[in-house]
């Protein structure tokens, strides 16, 4: 296993020094307490692209997240577990080139697969994500016009209407 992990590592550093893979991604962590309720939750999203020529790229964002949300109700606590696995392929087109800064945009789209205690979702997502990147250094991103079609708020919506405590779930 480690001999497969060196070689891997190795390919990946001698294709990044070729400059037309980039590797990024992020990682995250976040925890929220109010009125007794507690939220906690994690994610890792390793992003590896190709650049097809000046123009041109494309690249996946490959994700997976866990989290615990505890929610009291009436004195009673109720602990609920999620867990998320996300992919999401793009295209991106670099439109300006200046001087340190390049002005790019993704298209493509992502799909989502959501377990939040008993209940199952599968979440589809497409729409185009405007960036900046500074040439052989930082490289910001942010996401502007993005829609989504999901039946998790329609499921959640269905639990709290045939449990006896309907704060349990917020939408």
């Known amino acids: 296993m480690k001999k497969i992990f060196a070689i891997a590592l190795v390919a990946m550093m001698t294709m990044t020094a070729n400059a037309q893979v980039y590797v990024g991604g992020s990682?995250?962590?976040?925890?929220?307490?109010?009125?007794?309720?507690?939220?906690?939750?994690?994610?890792?999203?390793?992003?590896?692209?190709?650049?097809?020529n000046e123009d041109w790229a494309v690249g996946v964002v490959v994700g997976y997240g866990e989290g615990k949300d505890k929610t009291k109700v009436d004195g009673v606590t109720f602990t609920d577990k999620v867990k998320t696995f996300a992919i999401s392929p793009y295209v991106r087109y670099t439109a300006v080139k200046l001087n340190m800064v390049n002005?790019?945009?993704?298209?493509?789209?992502?799909?989502?697969?959501?377990?939040?205690?008993?209940?199952?979702?599968?979440?589809?997502?497409?729409?185009?994500?405007?960036?900046?990147?500074r040439t052989r250094s930082l490289r910001v991103?942010?996401?502007?016009?993005?829609?989504?079609?999901?039946?998790?708020?329609?499921?959640?919506?269905?639990?709290?209407?045939?449990?006896?405590n309907p704060q349990r779930f917020r939408t």
């Open 27 to 52: 990682l995250g962590f976040a925890s929220e307490s109010y009125d007794g309720n507690s939220e906690t939750v994690w994610s890792i999203m390793p992003e590896i692209g190709y650049n097809l």
């Open 141 to 164: 991103m942010t996401r502007a016009l993005s829609l989504s079609a999901s039946t998790l708020a329609a499921k959640l919506a269905s639990v709290c209407t045939t449990t006896s």
């Open 103 to 133: 002005v790019f945009i993704d298209g493509g789209f992502g799909y989502q697969n959501v377990k939040w205690g008993d209940v199952k979702d599968n979440i589809w997502q497409f729409g185009l994500k405007p960036g900046v990147t």
